[in-house]
């Protein structure tokens, strides 16, 4: 079972505007963590947000965290073409430094 | 890629046939991970393992089995490969920073079991 679900499924911008990727999840939890995934490649850690805290900025990323909502926000701000990929969120719950992994949000950026 | 090498990349092989991917890093992290990927699943976890000769069950171990006897090197075994198991494999290491700390992931192998 997926402990995180991202929303929406895709999403198609314009370069320049903003993105915003949202995820929920089930269980308690150390942190939650946003990866990217460019087409046929591996993922790439973007920001770990930990259960204690609600915002964080990386970039031009800002994550938010709520925890009694069971939810976080991934947002991207003034996006480019580079910015096309998939993008996860995984909650590490267990111990270990285990990831649970949402079905991610692919995101088309158009020049 | 923070020093992590899976091999081989791409692999086909004939149902019934066993098959292992290698999973080797020169980070010294504590963890390592297997996950498949497939459409509309995002990344699940097959086995992890917290040291040398430590290993466990994650969320779709059946059919899988792994061993590390080094740091440095964790290998995923389908013992006799079905086309089920037809997925993207992807290793990650963790822990270099302790705990509650981000993966570092391989690029992949794509495995076909025809």
């Known amino acids: 079972s997926q402990q995180g679900e991202e929303d929406p499924q895709a999403l198609s911008i314009q370069e320049g505007e903003n993105a915003t990727m949202n995820c929920s999840y089930k269980?308690?939890?150390?942190?939650l963590q946003w990866y990217r995934q460019n087409s046929g490649r591996g993922l790439v850690h973007l920001i770990l947000?930990?259960?204690?805290?609600r915002e964080k900025h990386s970039g031009r990323l800002r994550v938010t965290l709520d925890t009694s909502k069971k939810s976080s926000s991934l947002l991207i701000t003034a996006s480019r073409a580079a910015d096309t990929a998939s993008y996860f969120c995984?909650?590490?719950?267990?111990?270990?430094?285990?990831?649970?992994f949402g079905a991610g949000t692919r995101l088309a950026v158009h020049p | 890629d923070a020093g992590i090498t899976q091999s081989p990349r791409h692999k086909v092989t004939e149902t019934g046939t066993p098959v292992t991917l290698r999973c080797h890093q020169t980070e010294n992290h504590r963890y390592m991970y297997w996950y498949r990927q497939d459409p509309g699943h995002g990344l699940r976890l097959i086995h992890y393992s917290y040291g040398v000769k430590d290993t466990d069950k994650g969320e779709v171990s059946d059919g899988y089995s792994v061993s590390r006897s080094k740091t440095e090197d964790f290998l995923l075994t389908l013992e006799s490969a079905t086309s089920s198991q037809t997925s993207v494999y992807f290793c990650?290491?963790?822990?270099?920073?302790?705990?509650?700390?981000?993966?570092?992931f391989g690029q992949g192998t794509r495995l076909t079991v025809v």
């Open positions: 947000i930990r259960s204690n805290e």
């Open positions: 269980t308690s939890i150390n942190n």
């Open positions: 990650a290491i963790s822990g270099g920073k302790g705990e509650n700390t981000e993966a570092f």
């Open positions: 995984a909650t590490d719950s267990g111990g270990y430094n285990k990831l649970i």
